[in-house]
C-alpha cells in the first residue's frame, strides 16, 4: 500500500523542506548594508549574523520530519487526511515565520527587496498537500465502496 500517489506528494514536500535549507531565500538592500535571510538566520553584508536561523531549522525539519511520518501511517486514512491539513498550515506557517523576520530584524530604511527561488518552495507544498489530502480522500472512498460490495 505504500506506492500510493500521495506518498509520491508527502515525500516531494519534505524533500522541498529540507532543500530550503542551504539557499539564500531573500535579499535586502538596507541603507546601512545588504541584508541575507536565510536558514542561517539575517546576515549582514554576508559577514555580521543580525538573527539566528535555528527557528528556521527547526520548522524545516520538523515539517520534513512531520512529513515522512504521515507517509508511514499509511493504514490510518483519516488520520493522514487531518496530519496533512496540519502539514499545509505548517508550510503557510513558514510564511509568518518569515514575515516576521523580515519586518521585525530591519528597523532601518529597507531600499529594495530581492526574493529568491527557495521562498517560493513553502507556495508549493500546499499545492502539493492539497493533492496527497484529495488522494487520501479518494482512496477512503474507494476502500469504504469495497467494504459495501462485500
Given amino acids: 500500500m505504500l506506492q500510493r500517489q500521495q506518498t ?12 530550503m535549507l542551504p539557499f ?3 535579499t535586502l538592500f538596507v541603507t546601512d548594508g545588504n541584508y541575507t535571510l536565510s536558514a ?15 527557528p528556521f531549522i527547526v520548522y524545516l525539519v520538523a515539517l520534513a520530519v ?13 488520520l493522514q487526511s487531518r496530519l496533512t491539513i496540519i502539514s499545509i498550515i505548517m508550510s ?11 519586518y521585525m530584524s530591519f528597523l532601518a530604511d529597507v ?7 527557495p521562498l517560493a518552495l513553502p507556495l508549493i507544498n500546499v499545492i502539493l498537500g492539497v ?6 480522500l479518494l482512496d477512503e ?5 469495497l467494504d459495501r460490495l462485500r
Avoid: E, Q
Avoid at 66 to 78: H, S
Avoid at 141 to 145: D, E, I, L, N, T
Fill in 141 to 145: 472512498a474507494k476502500v469504504r465502496s
Fill in 66 to 78: 512531520f512529513n515522512f511520518v504521515i507517509i508511514g501511517l499509511y493504514k490510518k486514512r483519516i
Fill in 24 to 26: 539564500d531565500w531573500m
Fill in 111 to 117: 531600499t529594495s527587496s530581492n526574493f529568491n527561488w
Fill in 40 to 54: 542561517a538566520g539575517v546576515v549582514k553584508d554576508a559577514t555580521t549574523t543580525v538573527a539566528s536561523g535555528v
Fill in 131 to 136: 493533492m496527497a489530502y484529495r488522494h487520501v
Fill in 92 to 102: 503557510l506557517g513558514f510564511y509568518g515565520l518569515v514575515a516576521f523576520y523580515r
Fill in 8 to 19: 509520491i506528494w508527502w515525500f516531494l514536500i519534505g524533500a522541498f523542506s529540507l532543500l
